[in-house]
């Protein structure tokens, strides 16, 4: 089975920090994606990575970016943390049969 | 208008219980429809993954697509209280990345 990880499951930011929040997936897929999740609100998209250092803005991708260095490595980063990028954050890769998440970070900005 | 619709629930039925859940969406170009189920603190995780029309069984949990209606379902039989989650439809074109998701119904199965 295809397993993601990310890197923590809660954290507490200060507004006006910058937050690395990191993805590794075990196998081979080019496709990675960062989503965040609110109640009401759903999934929405934050970026997509196809390949190494490649990328495309998802459709909220203000206040963020991303890096991929590495084809099992995708991270998100929060330049600048604010008290509205409070929420759940979700990595997922894209294998043959469809999307596999993470467990989430639930990140805090306080 | 959404895309996916989805209502949000919660849906409380007894344990036995057979629970239908569904998603409308409006674009028709849509292929591949999927279920995820998320328990609380978790990611989502995939359920059932169908191309097209027509209906998928795996165990308890059937999905159904009516590409006609665009109107999809998932039926949970013998409902149980480890079913408890919120349930997330999502759906693509073929070609595509980019899922677009509803935003989940919360089921508790009381036993």
């Known amino acids: 089975d295809v397993k993601v990880t990310q890197s923590s499951r809660y954290l507490v930011k200060r507004t006006g920090e910058k937050v690395f929040l990191e993805c590794v997936q075990d196998m081979d897929h080019e496709n990675m994606f960062w989503y965040r999740q609110d109640p009401g609100l759903g999934l929405r998209l934050i970026y997509f990575?196809?390949?190494?250092?490649?990328?495309e803005k998802g459709d909220i991708p203000e206040g963020y970016s991303v890096s991929r260095e590495k084809k099992e490595r995708f991270s998100l980063i929060l330049e600048s943390a604010s008290t509205n990028q409070t929420s759940m954050y979700l990595c997922?890769?894209?294998?043959?049969?469809?999307?596999?998440f993470g467990s989430g970070t639930r990140l805090t900005v306080v | 208008q959404k895309e996916v619709e989805q209502d949000p629930g919660p849906l409380s039925v007894p344990e036995g219980a057979i629970v239908s859940l569904n998603c409308t969406y409006s674009n028709s170009a849509f292929q591949y429809f999927m279920w995820y189920r998320q328990y609380s603190r978790k990611g989502p995780e995939l359920l059932m993954y169908t191309y097209s029309s027509g209906n998928k069984e795996d165990g308890r949990f059937t999905a159904q697509v009516d590409k006609s209606s665009k109107y999809i379902s998932l039926f949970i039989r013998d409902s149980q209280p480890s079913d408890s989650a919120t349930y997330l439809c999502a759906m693509t074109e073929s070609g595509t990345y980019k899922y677009i998701f509803g935003t989940g119904t919360r089921l508790k199965v009381l036993a």
């Open positions: 990575s196809y390949d190494v250092k490649m990328k």
């Open positions: 997922a890769e894209q294998g043959p049969g469809g999307y596999t």
